[in-house]
């Protein structure tokens, strides 16, 4: 991983659109919604002691924090392309055995996709860490809260 990397965002293409898509919404849809609820309790008179109002004008603070939110998420953006399965880097599928017995199969992806009980491992948590650069074969004993684990790469792709 380079220096200049620390400031992705690994993100799969699927998952790249939804948010492009989420951030259309919030900037298009949402903000419409706002603006006619915001019209609406200007409506109701003094605005000083108007909840209505005061609860569209936090919805319109709260809107554009999450745009700020996503437009920044996205412009840091790296699409996940993984077509080399001679290591394990962010976007390869890794099966491993663990402690020699269990098999199990994890996806190595950034923080924002990040899902351990869909098998969605970030590259920054310490199997992800662990995994990344190993290949095929090799073993790996990680460090876990609960003792350390030895895992055996049997495929990746």
Known sequence: ????????????????QEL?????????????????????????????ENVEYQEAKEA????????MKLEDLLSRAKIISNVDTTEV??????HVKKNASHEERFTIVGREEANPAQGKISY???I?????????????????????ILYHIVDIA
């Open 1 to 16: 991983m380079k220096e200049d990397d620390n400031n992705r965002e690994y993100l799969s293409r699927e998952r790249f």
């Open 20 to 48: 492009q898509l989420k951030l259309k919404d919030l900037k298009t849809k949402k903000r419409v919604e706002i603006a006619e609820h915001l019209e609406y309790a200007k409506g109701l008179g003094d605005l000083s």
């Open 60 to 67: 319109q603070m709260i809107n554009e924090s999450d745009i």
């Open 89 to 94: 880097r962010v976007g390869s599928t890794v």
């Open 124 to 126: 920054e948590s310490p």
């Open 128 to 148: 992800g860490k662990s995994f990344l650069g190993k290949k095929k074969n090799e073993k790996i004993l990680v460090s876990t809260p609960r003792g350390e």
